[in-house]
């Protein structure tokens, strides 16, 4: 049940100054931070990590708009360790339309753009963070984004309190 999942807090985020405020949601939580770098990433990297899957669910328009957003500046992205920890953090992300995004979710509480106005301004839709939809995603973007080195096994006190 111990799982990894994969974490960025996109180029929004670290120019709003979140990265702090959106590491602490995740630790409060007892998730343990096991890989973290800041990138700035071009477009072919961008083009691996937001696949032809994206395209297929979102449209093809929507994924050039979201290739332009992730690239703008540099992302902060992790990896990160707990027990349904793929679930959990999705929960604590909470849901991609910031409009719905119920408050007491990092996109809740930090954004509130729509689908409708985003289109409308062909812009993406500026959420601040991304993490892992599923196990087969978390498995891949991990892959892509950290070598093995890049990843510690470590104790943190909430093993011992917490889990
Ligand atoms: P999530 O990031 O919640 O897993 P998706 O994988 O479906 O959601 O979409 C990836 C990202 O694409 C979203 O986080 C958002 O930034 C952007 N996005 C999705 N749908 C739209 C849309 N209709 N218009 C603009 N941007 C969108």
Redesign the pocket.
């Known amino acids: 049940m111990i799982e990894r999942t994969f974490v960025a807090i996109k180029p929004d985020g670290v120019q709003r100054g979140l990265t702090g405020e959106i590491l602490k949601r995740f630790e409060n939580a007892g998730i343990k931070i096991i890989g973290m770098k800041m990138k700035w990433i071009d477009k072919e990297f961008a083009r691996k990590h ?1 696949t032809e899957d ?1 395209a297929k ?2 449209g093809e328009k ?1 994924r050039e ?2 290739l332009d ?1 992730i690239t703008e500046g540099p992302i902060v992205v992790m990896a990160l360790e707990g027990v349904h920890v793929i679930e959990v953090v999705r929960k604590i ?1 909470g ?2 339309e910031p409009k719905t995004s119920a408050p007491g979710t990092i996109r809740g509480d930090f954004t509130h753009m729509s ?1 409708a106005h ?2 409308k301004e062909e ?5 601040v963070v ?2 892992s ?1 599923d196990a087969k995603d978390a498995a891949y973007e991990l892959k892509l984004w950290f070598t093995e080195e890049e990843l510690h096994t470590y104790k943190t006190v909430h093993e011992v309190h917490i889990v």
């Not at 812009?123 to 959420?127: A, G």
């Open positions: 937001y994206i669910r979102r929507v708009l979201l957003y992300v849901s991609t689908f985003a289109d812009k993406s839709v500026k959420n991304h993490a939809g």
